[in-house]
Structures are given as structure tokens and as C-alpha cells.
């Protein structure tokens, strides 16, 4: 597709017309929800595409600003697009539609789609994307992993009782959506598991931390095999002097880790504005799986 840029060159009808706000009032609520400052240093967070003055009736809300998720914005007439992850990370000096982001920010503004997001700060917020992990998992007493610059990031807590890392891992892959990749589980399928550390997206930086909680498996993405091969021999060298071995890690993938907080957000935003505002958003989940990988295949067994 060839984006061409229509920039507005008339004022925008008043809101009160169509029973809508203006931008900024729906992003003051987001940001009493996901507060700028709770975002890690060097992160980039909040409004990247949009006029504070614009109207919106309608919000859709998705872990990546990939094209293909701007397009589905466009084509179901949203008015703003919230994110997880930030589409421009590093300076931009081009805006250009021959390059991907160029060609996103175009279709954006020409369409008049809002682009908004919240990254660090959603992930160490209340009922951020860490709760929600947490939360699908029914972990009780839980507590921040770590506290980077003094943010909760990452979650640990207890199950209800002990299960085996095989009965665990299954019952993750029924509370996450669906990727392609599934889950890489490293550890006794038949050891016992009931302190769990999670934390949505990578995560291989925290091992240390997983370890000090004492969980006895990590539930996380994007994990290198150093890392991780490093903290299993910590596990298994245990396991030889008579002790447990763990902690187990499981690497659920980082699209499908950072999904479930999307829900409480949209129907959260849409009640809290109600509240305040008296008007009822819609909104709504990208229903694209923006996870990079789209097949797997079996390496053969001699």
C-alpha cells in the first residue's frame, strides 16, 4: 500500500457533536492509569501521533504499532490507537513512507488515528500488564519481583497449591492467547512448582532476582541461551548435592505475555471516562497476532 499524506486544514467540529471528547481529556484518564513518570529511564512513552483538540469516540487497544495493526485501526474507523510498545524508539530524523514507521506515522495522521502508549509505566502499574499475568495465573500474596529506580517491576506470588512444571506449563498455554511459537520450557517436567515469578516481556535480566525470591519457575519472553543455560546450572548443580532443583523458566513469548493487561485497560478507560465524563467510549482489542515468528518447524530425531 502507498500511503499518501491529507493533512487537515480545517478546525475540528466541536466534540459535543458527536458525542465525544476531546483527545486530551481520554489521555489525562490514561495517564492517571498509567502515570508517565512510573515509565523506566530512557523509555518513551505517551502521545506520538495526534492533536490534543481532535475528538474521540472510540479506542482500540493493541501490544505494537505495526502497519498491519494501523491499517486495522483505519479500516474499523478508531479514533485512537493505544499501545504497548512505542512505535519511534530512537531519534528520527526522516519521516518517510518508503520506510516502515515513516509509513505508519503517514497513514496515522492522514487518517486522523491518535497513536498513544504506555510501556515501562504499564508494566510496574496496578492492574498493568504484570497483574495481569499474575492475575491469570490466580497467584495470591503477590509482590514485586524487582524494584528498578524504585519501580515494581515483575510479579511473584503462590498458587493455590503445588503442581508439577508439565501441569504448570499447560495451564499457561490455556491463559495465554495463542502464538506460534508456544512455550520453550526448561526443567523437570515432573518438579514441583508453586512460587512463580513472572514478569511480560524480557526478562533474562532479572534472573537474579528470580532466584532471590526463591520461585521455583519464571514465567517471561525473549530469554538468550547463555543467560539462561548459566541460571539452569545453578539449578541442576543444586539438585546434585541433594537439594531442589530450580528455578524451572519458561519462555512464553513476548507478544503473548504482554496481551492480557489490553482488556482490563480498554473496559477500565471506557468506565473511568463514563465516570468522569459522562460518555461512554468504545472500545475495543486488535484481534492481529504481532508476534514476529509465524511457523514453527520440528527438527528431525535421528
Known sequence: MTYAPALRTEPYESPQDFGALLLESVLHVLEEMFPPDGALTGDVV?????????????????????????????AGGWDLLV???????????????????????????????????????????????????????GLRDVEPLAEPEGKPLGRVGQL?????????AEGLGRVLPS?????????DPDGLVERVAVLGGSGDRELDAVRAAGADVYVTA??????????????????R????????????????????????????????????HGVRL???LSTLVTDPWDFVVATEED
Open 83 to 137: 499501545t504497548h510498545h512505542p512505535l519511534l524508539m530512537a531519534g528520527v530524523h526522516a519521516v518517510l513512507t518508503s520506510e516502515p514507521k515513516g509509513a505508519a506515522v503517514t497513514e496515522l495522521v492522514r487518517s486522523g488515528v491518535a497513536l498513544w502508549n504506555a510501556h515501562t509505566n504499564a508494566d510496574v502499574a496496578a492492574q498493568g500488564v504484570n497483574d495481569a499475568l499474575a492475575a491469570a495465573l
Open 46 to 74: 505517551g502521545l506520538t501521533v495526534g492533536d490534543p483538540a481532535q475528538p474521540v469516540r472510540s479506542v482500540l487497544f493493541a501490544v505494537d504499532p505495526t502497519l498491519a495493526v494501523v491499517d486495522e485501526a483505519v
Open 179 to 187: 502464538a506460534p511459537v508456544g512455550l520453550r520450557v526448561a526443567g
Open 241 to 276: 548435592s541433594g537439594g531442589a532443583d530450580g528455578p524451572f523458566v519458561i519462555d512464553a513469548g513476548h507478544w503473548a505475555t504482554e496481551s492480557l493487561w489490553l482488556a482490563s485497560a480498554a473496559e477500565r478507560l471506557a468506565e473511568q471516562v463514563e465516570r468522569v
Open 222 to 239: 525473549d530469554l538468550r541461551h547463555h543467560p539462561v543455560s548459566e541460571f539452569r546450572e545453578h539449578g541442576l548443580l543444586a539438585a
Open 282 to 284: 468504545r472500545t475495543g
Open 160 to 168: 493455590a497449591a503445588p503442581v508439577s512444571l508439565r501441569e504448570f
